[in-house]
C-alpha cells in the first residue's frame, strides 16, 4: 500500500532561479540564494520576505545557515565566500576560496569547520575560530565537485559527488579520498546520507536521469531508481520519514519510500526546473528551490507517535523502530514539572509498516499499529504479531475488546476480540477518520455520526466540524472538538439502551434525541486530551495545558513547546505528556483537587468537604478562586491563604473588621484604600481615618476632618501634609483652622515670598513688612534689584498705605472673635447660626478706633466670654461651618479696611451709611495707583466667604492658584518706569 502523507504547502514565493535552499532550525526561516546574485530569508509563517541582500553582480549558488554563530554563509560565481551576521546584517568575512564557480558548501555539525567545492576540481576545509584559514586543499575529482555532505552518523567523513561519474568519500584527517563508488553513467550532480540507525546509506542523483542508491560499508549500490525524464540535480533522505525525495530539470518531485523503494508521489508546482532540496532534521518540513522560486512543503502531521496505558507503559514509535519505557519507574517525588523524565528505554523490535500512530487496547493488552494503509496488531509485552490488514485508520471500542478499521473513506468494518470481521458498514457519506470510545464516532464533512458497537445503528448525528473526539472511562461524558470550540456531551446509555430494545435493535434515521445532552461549550481548541475522573484535561494551540470543571476552564501550565498527552496516573497524581521527538515530560495535577472540584460543581458539600481533607494548604488558595468563580465567597474567604486576596474577599462580602484585621496584617496602599473608600461608605470614619493615615490619603484625611469639623485632625492633615510636600493639602488645611501664619510659612516654604506678602495684606497686615523684607530678599538673590528697590513697605511708608493702623486693630479683633468662636460646642449653634454673614465692618461702623491697643466698648463686650457657655478643645459639627464662616466674614472686612484711603476712613466714623463704600481694585492696580499719589477707587465690599474656598490652590511655576474663589498672583512683577520710581 502506499505511504499515506497529508502534503501541506506552508511557503509558495516567486523569485529568480534558485539554487539553493536551507531550512533553520530555531527561526521559521527559508534560506533562498539566487541566481541573479540576490539573498533571500522567508518567513514561512507570514509568506513574508524578512530579510534580503545583493551578495554580487555573480550568481550564488550555495548558502546555508550556521545558527550557533548566527550567520548565513554563501557562495558565488565570483569565487568568494561572504559571511554575514543574519540578525545585524553585518558582514562578517568575505574572502576568496577557489578559482572556479563555487558549486557547495557544508557545515560541520560541531566543529567551527566548513567545507566547500568547485568548479576548479578543489576541496577546501576552512575553519572561522583560526580567522578563516584554509586548513586542507583536496584533489582527487577530474571534473567539476557538485555538491559535499558531511555523514551525520560520523561527521569526521563527508562525500562529494562530480561531474566525473564518481562520488568519492573523504576524512577530514586524511588528504586522500577513502574510497570511490563508481556506477552513473553521467555526472553526479547530488548526494545526501541516510540519518537512520539501521541502514549505511546514501542517495545520489545524476544527469544519467537516475537516483541510486549505496551502501558506503560494502561500496555497492543497494538499487537504481528510475522515473525523471530530466537531469536528477537534487536527492535528499528525509531522516524523520521513510521517503527519499529526488529533484530534476524536468521540472518533478518525486517521493520514494525508503524501505520498498517504490514510487510513492510525484509533485510538480509549475515553477520549472527542480535545483535544490533541504529539509530540517527533528520536524516534518522539507524545502525546494525551482527556476521561478521555492516551495516549503509539510510532508504530514508533525506529531509524536505513542500511547501510553493505565499502568504507565509507553509505547514509541521512531521510523520502523519500536521502543517502551515505562514512566512508573520513574520517582515521583523527585520529578520536576516540565523536565524530561529521564528513563531507560526498551527496544521492542521493528514494525514491518511505517507506523502513523499506536493506540493501546482498553485493558492494555494489545497494541494497533497503522501505517502506509495497512494495520499490525502486536502484544504490548512480546511484541508478537496478533492480526493485521488493510486499513487507513485503527481505533478501539469502550473496553469489550473490539476494534474498528477505516478503509478509503466509506468502508468501516468492525472485528470482534478475537480479531475476526464480524460486520461491515457502509456509510452513506464520505469519512476521512474514525473515533473509538463507548460509541463508534464517523467523522463527515461538517458532522460527525455516533453508531453502536454490536447493532451499527445510528445512534445520533451531531452537526459540529469535528476534529477529534474523547470519551471519559465512566462513558458518561464525552468531548467534541471542533477547530473552534470545545463541546462537552453528557451520554444516555439508559435511553439508547431503551431505544435499541423498543426498536430490536434497528433505529431510524435520526437516531436516539436524548442520547446526548450539550453540558459546555468551551471557546478553545483541543490538539490532545484525557480525561481524568469528570475533568477534561488538554492541550491547546496557544501552548497551554488546561482543564475543565464543568464550563469552568483552569490553566495548570504554560508549555514552551507543542507537547501532546499520554495518560495520568491517579496514585502518582501526574499527567504525562510526549514531544514530538519522543522526549516524556510529566506535571503534577492533584487528583484530590478535581474530585473536589467536581464536588462543588455537582453541588455536594459533604463529598467536597471530605476530600478537602487530602488537599495540601500550597492548593487551598487555587481552590478559593474555583469557589468564588462559583459564586462561593464564603467558602473561598474560609480557603484562601493570600493576603490580599482574602482582604479583596472581605471587602467583597463586606466584613470591614476582617478587612482592616488582614491590612494591619499584610499592608498594602492597594488594600488601604479600597479599605478606606468602603469604609467612608459605610460611615465608619474612625476606620476610613485609619486607613487614610496607613497610605498618608491627605486629601481624603481634609475631605473627613472638614467634613466632620475636626480642628485637631486638620491640625495634624497641614503639619503632615506639609511634611509630605503636599502643599495644597498644607496650605489649604492650615487656612480652615485659622492658622494665618501657618499658611504664610507654607508658602514661604514654596519659595512664594510674593505670594505670601499679598495673603497677608489681606488677612494678617502685622506680618506684611517682615515679608515685604523677605520679598526684596528673594528679588535681589535674582537679580531683580531694580523691582525690590521698588516695593513699598508698611513701616517704610506709611502714607502710602493709609488705613494700616486700623487693619491692625482690626486684625486683633478678627483673632479674639475667632478664638471664642472656635471654642464653642456643636450645642451653640442655634444661638451663632447667624454669624457665618456677620460683617466685622457693621461692628465698627460709626466707632472711631483707639490709637492704643485698645478696642472699642461695643468690640470689645462682643469678646467677652459668656458665662453659661463652656468651651471645648475642638470645633464640632455645625459650630466648625458657624465660625469658618465668621471668620470668612471678618477677614473680609479686614481685607476691605486696609485699602480704604485716609478720607474714606474718616468717612466710615461719620455713620452707619457711611459704610457702602467701594471695593479696592486688583492689588498690582491699586499699588500703582497708591505708589503715584493717586486716590484708589474703591466699590462696595461683597460679603467674603472663604468655606472650601481654597480646595483648588495650586503650587505652580507661575505663581499660586487659589483657585475660582481665590485670586491668582503671578511671577510677573509690574514694571516701574522713571516718574513711578521718582513717587515711590
Not at 528505554?345 to 521493528?350: A, M, R
Request: aromatic content about 8%; some cysteine.
Amino acid at each position: 500500500m502506499p505511504l499515506r502523507l497529508d502534503i501541506k504547502k506552508k511557503l509558495s514565493a516567486r523569485s529568480e532561479r534558485v539554487k539553493c535552499v536551507d531550512i533553520h532550525p530555531t527561526e521559521p526561516w527559508v534560506l533562498a540564494s539566487l541566481y541573479d546574485g540576490h539573498v533571500f530569508i522567508y518567513d514561512h509563517t507570514t509568506q513574508q520576505v524578512v530579510k534580503s541582500w545583493e551578495v554580487s553582480e555573480q550568481p550564488v549558488r550555495c548558502g546555508a545557515f550556521i545558527p550557533r554563530q548566527q550567520w548565513v554563509i554563501v557562495g558565488a560565481d565570483d569565487m568568494f565566500i561572504r559571511v554575514y551576521n543574519y540578525n545585524t546584517m553585518d558582514k562578517v568575512a568575505t574572502f576568496e576560496a577557489h578559482q572556479d564557480y563555487i558549486r557547495s558548501i557544508a557545515v560541520h555539525p560541531t566543529l567551527p569547520l566548513v567545507v566547500s567545492c568547485s568548479d576548479d576540481m578543489l576541496i577546501k576545509i576552512w575553519d572561522w575560530e583560526k580567522g578563516w584559514s584554509c586548513m586542507q586543499v583536496l584533489e582527487g575529482h577530474s571534473h567539476y565537485i557538485m555538491q559535499v555532505r558531511f555523514n551525520p552518523k560520523d561527521p569526521n567523513t563527508f562525500a562529494t559527488a562530480s561531474l566525473d561519474h564518481t562520488v568519492k568519500v573523504w576524512s577530514l584527517s586524511s588528504p586522500v579520498p577513502n574510497y570511490t563508488l563508481e556506477g552513473h553513467e553521467k555526472g553526479v550532480n547530488s548526494i545526501d546520507y541516510y540519518s537512520g540507525g539501521d541502514k549505511p546509506y546514501l542517495v545520489t542523483g545524476s544527469d544519467d536521469r537516475s537516483v541510486k542508491i549505496w551502501d558506503y560499508q560494502t561500496k555497492s549500490c543497494v538499487t537504481t531508481l528510475t522515473g525523471h525524464s530530466h537531469n536528477v540535480s537534487a536527492v535528499a533522505f528525509l531522516p524523520d520519514r521513510p521517503l527519499i525525495v529526488s529533484g530534476s530539470e524536468d521540472g518533478s518531485v518525486l517521493l520514494w519510500h525508503a524501505n520498498t523503494y517504490r514510487l510513492e508521489t510525484t509533485l510538480n508546482y509549475g515553477l520549472d526546473r527542480c535545483w535544490s532540496v533541504a529539509y530540517l532534521k527533528g520536524s516534518n518540513l522539507v524545502a525546494l528551490g525551482f527556476d521561478n522560486g521555492s516551495v516549503l512543503l509539510q510532508l504530514g502531521k508533525d506529531e509524536p507517535v505513542a500511547s501510553m496505558d493505565n499502568g504507565g507503559k509507553v509505547i514509541l514509535a521512531k521510523h520502523n523502530e519500536i521502543s517502551t519505557v515505562n514512566v512508573r519507574n520513574a520517582n515521583a517525588d523527585s520529578l520536576k514539572d516540565g523536565e524530561r523524565v529521564v528513563l531507560p528505554s526498551k527496544e521492542l523490535g521493528s514494525c514491518e509498516i511505517y507506523p502513523q500512530s499506536v493506540a493501546h487496547s482498553p485493558n492494555g493488552r494489545f497494541v494497533a499499529v497503522c501505517g502506509d494503509g495497512e494495520y499490525i496488531i502486536y502484544t504490548a509485552l512480546a511484541w508478537r504479531n496478533k492480526a493485521f490488514g488493510t486499513a487507513d485508520e485503527v481505533v478501539w471500542d469502550g473496553g469489550a475488546g473490539e476494534y474498528a478499521v477505516r478503509i478509503g473513506s466509506s468502508d468501516v468494518r468492525v472485528y470482534n476480540k478475537a480479531f475476526q470481521e464480524r460486520t461491515a458498514l457502509r456509510l452513506p457519506f464520505q469519512t476521512d477518520a474514525i473515533f473509538g470510545g463507548a460509541l463508534l464516532g464517523v467523522r463527515g464533512p461538517d458532522f460527525v455520526c455516533f453508531y453502536d458497537w454490536e447493532t451499527l445503528a445510528l445512534v445520533r448525528r451531531i452537526d459540529v466540524t469535528t476534529r477529534s473526539v474523547y470519551w471519559a472511562d465512566s462513558a458518561a461524558l464525552v468531548a467534541v472538538a471542533s477547530q473552534e470550540a470545545l463541546f462537552v456531551l453528557s451520554y444516555n446509555r439508559g435511553a439508547v439502551d431503551a431505544a435499541l430494545d423498543a426498536s430490536g435493535g434497528v433505529l431510524d434515521a435520526d437516531g436516539v434525541e436524548d442520547a446526548f445532552e450539550l453540558l459546555h461549550q468551551v471557546p478553545d481548541t483541543a490538539h490532545s486530551g484525557r480525561w481524568v475522573g469528570d475533568c477534561f484535561v488538554y492541550t491547546n494551540g496557544n501552548g497551554r495545558l488546561n482543564y475543565t470543571v464543568g464550563a469552568e476552564v483552569a490553566t495548570l501550565f504554560h508549555l514552551d513547546r507543542p507537547l501532546y498527552l499520554l495518560g495520568y496516573l491517579p496514585k502518582e497524581n501526574r499527567l504525562y505528556l510526549v514531544d514530538k521527538h519522543g522526549a516524556v515530560v510529566s506535571y503534577v495535577l492533584l487528583l484530590a483537587v478535581l474530585e473536589f472540584k467536581t464536588a462543588i460543581v455537582r453541588g455536594d458539600k459533604a463529598t467536597a468537604d471530605a476530600v478537602l481533607g487530602r488537599i495540601p494548604k500550597s492548593e487551598h488558595n487555587k481552590l478559593a478562586r474555583f469557589l468564588e468563580s462559583q459564586g462561593l465567597r464564603e467558602g473561598a474567604l474560609e480557603l484562601a491563604t493570600d493576603g490580599d486576596y482574602r482582604c479583596e474577599l472581605a471587602l467583597a462580602l463586606g466584613k470591614l473588621d476582617m478587612a482592616a484585621s488582614i491590612a494591619r496584617e499584610f499592608p498594602s496602599e492597594l488594600k488601604w484604600r479600597q479599605l478606606s473608600e468602603l469604609a467612608a461608605a459605610r460611615g465608619d470614619f474612625a476606620l476610613a481615618e485609619e486607613c487614610m493615615n496607613a497610605v498618608d490619603d491627605f486629601a481624603g484625611l481634609l475631605t473627613l476632618h472638614t467634613a466632620a469639623g475636626n480642628r485637631d485632625g486638620l491640625s495634624s492633615v497641614a503639619s503632615a501634609a506639609g511634611g509630605a510636600g503636599k502643599m495644597n493639602v498644607a496650605f489649604l488645611s492650615h487656612f480652615l483652622v485659622g492658622d494665618l501664619n501657618g499658611c504664610i510659612d507654607q508658602l514661604l516654604s514654596a519659595g512664594r515670598a510674593a505670594e505670601a506678602a499679598v495673603f497677608a495684606r489681606t488677612y494678617l497686615p502685622s506680618a506684611v513688612p517682615r515679608l515685604v523684607q523677605r520679598w526684596r530678599s528673594d528679588l535681589r538673590k535674582a537679580g531683580n534689584v531694580r523691582i525690590a528697590d521698588a516695593l513699598g513697605s508698611p513701616d517704610e511708608h506709611s502714607h502710602l498705605f493709609p488705613g494700616y493702623a486700623s487693619s491692625l486693630e482690626i486684625e486683633k479683633a478678627v483673632a479674639a472673635l475667632y478664638a471664642r468662636r472656635a471654642t464653642l460646642p456643636a450645642s451653640a449653634f442655634p444661638d451663632h447660626a447667624h454669624e457665618p454673614m456677620t460683617d466685622v465692618s457693621d461692628l465698627l461702623a460709626g466707632l472711631e478706633l483707639a490709637n492704643g491697643d485698645g478696642l472699642p466698648d461695643e468690640i470689645a463686650a462682643e469678646l467677652e466670654p459668656e458665662a453659661d457657655t463652656p468651651a471645648t478643645e475642638g470645633v464640632v459639627d455645625g459650630v466648625a461651618s458657624a465660625a469658618a464662616g465668621a471668620f470668612a466674614s471678618v477677614a473680609g472686612a479686614v481685607a476691605d479696611t486696609v485699602t480704604l484711603s485716609t478720607s474714606d476712613a474718616a468717612a466710615a466714623a461719620d455713620g452707619p451709611e457711611a459704610t457702602k463704600r467701594e471695593a479696592s481694585p486688583p492689588a498690582a492696580e491699586a499699588d500703582t495707583a497708591t505708589a503715584n499719589g493717586e486716590e484708589a477707587p474703591v466699590e462696595d465690599a461683597p460679603d467674603v466667604d472663604f468655606g472650601g474656598g481654597f480646595e483648588d490652590a495650586e503650587f505652580g511655576d507661575d505663581g499660586v492658584d487659589f483657585g475660582e474663589a481665590g485670586a491668582g498672583f503671578g511671577d510677573d512683577i509690574p514694571d516701574f518706569d522713571a516718574t513711578e520710581e521718582a513717587d515711590a
